[in-house]
């Protein structure tokens, strides 16, 4: 069903004269809803792109717009375009209107459009959707990068099922995915605006906003029935992005996981304390069981009781958070060496069923 407000796309493009043809077309080749405009951001080109977006310009069921850029080489990067094509994107949708990003090595599903509003119809803010190599291109990749990728997707999967488990998210339930790809993500405009914007930064940007809109306390649905194709290349247009990743790990395996991965036990306890945090947030604890509560939780944090006062009075629960985060020793990140993956997942996954026998419901025993 097509809603009654502006949808716009923003696509930050880079020499992407191969490319920028698919993406369009998928884009307006959605199964039912329709987008209302699409931006496209020229980030410095030197190829092809311009004319090629020109020529099928006319074949597109929606208001294209092409944006011209040329940005001096210190911010010449995936962020500044990306910034300034949902900007634009922003401006054409209006208050009330929806704004969706991709990249122009992608080719969106064709249920992508109609997918991504039936998670804003339950209460979401924004969506992320998957990235996943197209087949053709991913068959040309070694065995050993798609090792690598399958074992820290399930690593990360199982600490995400633990933070489910034990500070479950109403707005975004199991099952859902870990991906936060600037390929596939949604937002409505008062989130959006809240949040920011995207973060003009060289790598990570849509990363970066995920944590902005979470400080916003924005509702993040992680839907995993919202996908969209992309490159399998390994010289990509962004530096530090997913090609330059796959092309380092062709040389060598990275001896760490990614950051934001931890021990399993830490993301526990990690967990622990967000679902413990929730119900003291907002709450006067000066007096009463609030402050018992609140002092509990400062003695297992390693913090005075008087710096978690403070952080609960923040006006958004992310806020307070991250604060918090940053206050407690306890709450800092360890790495985790590649090499101890497989133990850490067998950590993981007991934690994941212990959690699911202690909710369990109890069964009657005979002749109760």
């Known amino acids: ?204 940007e849509d990363r970066r906003f995920l944590a902005a809109l979470r400080r916003v306390d924005a509702a993040i649905r992680h839907a995993p029935d919202v996908w969209v194709s992309v490159s399998g290349r390994v010289a990509g247009r962004a530096r530090g992005g997913m090609a330059d990743t796959m092309a380092r790990r062709l040389i060598r395996q990275d001896e760490m996981l990614d950051e934001n991965l931890e021990p399993a036990m830490a993301c526990l306890h990690r967990a622990q304390a967000r679902a413990a945090l929730r119900p003291l947030w907002g709450h006067p604890m000066r007096h009463g069981p609030w402050r018992a509560r609140g002092e509990k939780l400062a003695r297992q944090l390693m913090l005075p009781a008087t710096a978690l006062i403070e952080v609960c009075a923040e006006p958004f629960f992310g806020l307070a958070w991250d604060r918090l985060v940053a206050a407690s020793p306890l709450l800092r990140r360890h790495p985790v060496r590649r090499a101890g993956l497989v133990v850490e997942h067998q950590h993981a996954a007991r934690i994941v069923r212990r959690l699911l026998h202690a909710q369990a419901p109890v069964q009657p025993a005979l002749g109760e």
């Open 1 to 204: 069903m097509q809603p009654d407000r502006p949808l716009v796309a923003a696509i930050p493009v880079r020499n992407e004269a191969e490319r920028i043809g698919p993406c369009l077309l998928a884009l307006g080749r959605q199964h039912a809803a329709r987008l209302t405009h699409v931006v496209v951001l020229l980030n410095n080109c030197t190829d092809a792109t311009l004319h090629t977006v020109q020529a099928i310009s006319g074949r597109l069921p929606f208001a294209l717009h092409v944006v011209e850029r040329t940005y001096p080489p210190l911010i010449a990067h995936a962020g500044t375009a990306r910034r300034a094509a949902m900007t634009h994107a922003a401006e054409l949708a209006g208050p009330e209107g929806i704004m969706l990003t991709t990249d122009a090595d992608a080719v969106v599903a064709p249920d992508w459009l109609d997918q991504t509003l039936a998670a804003f119809a339950k209460g979401a803010d924004a969506v992320c959707g998957r990235a996943l190599i197209d087949p053709v291109e991913a068959a040309c990749l070694p065995a050993c990068l798609h090792d690598d990728d399958r074992a820290e997707t399930a690593y990360a999967t199982m600490l995400d099922r633990i933070h489910d488990l034990a500070d479950p998210d109403l707005h975004d339930p199991w099952p859902r995915h870990v991906e936060h790809s600037g390929a596939s993500i949604a937002v409505r405009a008062g989130p959006y605006h809240r949040a920011g914007g995207i973060p003009a930064v060289p790598l990570g």
